[in-house]
């Protein structure tokens, strides 16, 4: 099975670069230099026969500069996953596509996929967007909702509170928005394991799930745990004390347990997989 994996230099992609190499599928990785999925010569250079699966790991994920420059965001997470969709539904190669926790609208308890979709920001709302898109054009899909994504590679919390640590010796962190960290190593690894056991016809349980690692937690006390062997105060502050440019939802904690049953694979819990990706920084 061939499968193009498109923004191959971000996170997720380098993620994904990694399970490759233990997997039994055939991967091409592109980065946006090589192949930008919002432009539409991009795809004049790819063979369709060649391929047998999109993977979409592009996006613009700065969640605050969304607020202020919509049509960048427009472009990448709304056009850009509307070109691949058309692409696919072209030449009958099925999607797969990430999305967001910040898709949904509030929440008190685990966020089920048939939560309602209410996005608190920009970045979700195009996200939203480009979901709508690649549902409309018919495409067989998978759009897998994810949260607080972090690994060893490129921006992310536990970096970013690794490098905090280092500069100072007191960090400040909101102690009233709870989510699901979700170690992208995970979610990279469980669409290989999809992909190998589908048949050759690729029959898939097509849709929307939510994929996250189980537990929940605050950012407070996430920083706490990644910080645990550093000398380094981290202190817990209300949401009003570190004002962003975008709204981030006060509750945010994703229920996997759709993937979970759809595809027989278990998902760690947020302790475990945290451990593992401490052990590569
Ligand atoms: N990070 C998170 O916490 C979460 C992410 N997600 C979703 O998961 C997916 C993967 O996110 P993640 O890996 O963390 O994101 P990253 O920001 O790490 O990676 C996104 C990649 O997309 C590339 N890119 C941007 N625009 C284009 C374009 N027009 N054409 C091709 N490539 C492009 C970027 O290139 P460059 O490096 O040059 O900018 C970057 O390499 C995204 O869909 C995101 O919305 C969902 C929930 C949480
Ligand atoms: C760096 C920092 C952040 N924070 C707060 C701000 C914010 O509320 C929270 C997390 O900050 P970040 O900027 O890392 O988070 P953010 O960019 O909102 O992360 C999101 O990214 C997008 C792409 C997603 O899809 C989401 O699931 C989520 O992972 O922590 C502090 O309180 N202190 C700090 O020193």
Excluded at 11 to 33: H, K
Excluded at 107 to 119: F, R, V
Excluded at 154 to 178: C, E, P, S, W, Y
Aim: proline share 5%; glycine share 4%; net charge negative.
């Amino acid at each position: 099975m061939n499968i193009a994996v498109f923004g191959a230099n971000g996170q997720l992609g380098r993620c994904f670069r990694d399970v490759s190499r233990e997997s039994t599928l055939c991967y091409t990785f592109y980065n946006r230099d090589q192949f930008d999925i919002s432009d539409p010569f991009s795809f004049t250079e790819l063979n369709p026969p060649d391929i047998d699966v999109l993977i979409n790991c592009a996006a613009y994920t700065a969640v605050d500069q969304a607020e202020e420059d919509r049509s960048t965001a427009d472009r990448i997470n709304v056009t850009g996953a509307k070109m691949l969709a058309d692409f696919g539904v072209l030449h009958n190669i099925p999607l797969i596509h990430f999305s967001t926790d910040y898709v949904y609208g509030k929440a008190s308890e685990p966020i089920s996929e048939d939560q309602e979709i209410d996005p608190v920001n920009y970045y979700g709302q195009s996200k939203w967007n480009g979901e709508e898109e690649i549902r409309k054009s018919g495409v067989s899909h998978l759009i897998i909702r994810t949260s607080w994504l972090y690994s060893e590679y490129g921006h992310n919390f536990v970096k970013t509170m690794l490098r905090l640590a280092i500069q100072h010796d007191k960090i400040k962190v909101v102690h009233d928005q709870t989510g699901s960290p979700t170690y992208a190593q995970d979610l990279a690894r469980a669409v290989d394991q999809i992909l190998r056991s589908a048949d050759d016809d690729l029959e898939l349980p097509w849709g929307i799930y939510n994929f996250a690692n189980h537990g929940a937690i605050t950012w407070h006390r996430f920083a706490v745990e990644i910080l645990k062997d550093k000398a380094v105060l981290v202190k817990p502050i209300p949401t009003s004390d570190y004002p962003t440019l975008a709204v981030r939802p006060a509750y945010s904690v994703l229920d996997p347990s759709k993937f979970e049953h759809a595809f027989g694979i278990d998902i760690p819990q947020w302790q475990e997989s945290l451990e593992r990706c401490m052990e590569k920084i």
